[in-house]
């Protein structure tokens, strides 16, 4: 498998600000093309780019040509799995919660 078929684990895709940044632009729109992107951060095309690459290794984000420019749209399945995980943990903090609010009220 080539470097670039890899998929990429959706947990290190949105460890860093910028992709989760990229993730929400997407989400409030249909699509954006780079250009567009780029404006939102303080780097070049090239440093959004390599962060869209992993993006869609991750299958987080999608890609089609359009002309002489790429359009990118949210794939927002993969964070399914980010949910399932964090549901998890939600009883944990609803029990901590209601601890909490059981202290207070005594």
Excluded: C
């Amino acid at each position: 498998m080539k470097k670039t078929d890899e998929k990429r684990d959706v947990f290190v895709a949105i460890a860093d600000p910028t992709r989760r940044e990229i993730i929400r632009l997407l989400a409030d729109s249909d699509e954006l093309p780079l250009h567009e992107l780029t404006p939102h951060f303080q780097m070049g095309r090239t440093a959004v780019s390599k962060h869209l690459m992993i993006l869609r290794e991750a299958n987080l984000v999608t890609n089609r040509k359009a002309g002489r420019e790429t359009k990118y749209r949210l794939n927002a399945e993969p964070l399914q799995e980010v949910k399932d995980w964090l549901s998890f943990y939600e009883k944990f903090w609803n029990e901590r919660a209601a601890m909490l609010k059981d202290i207070l009220e005594d």
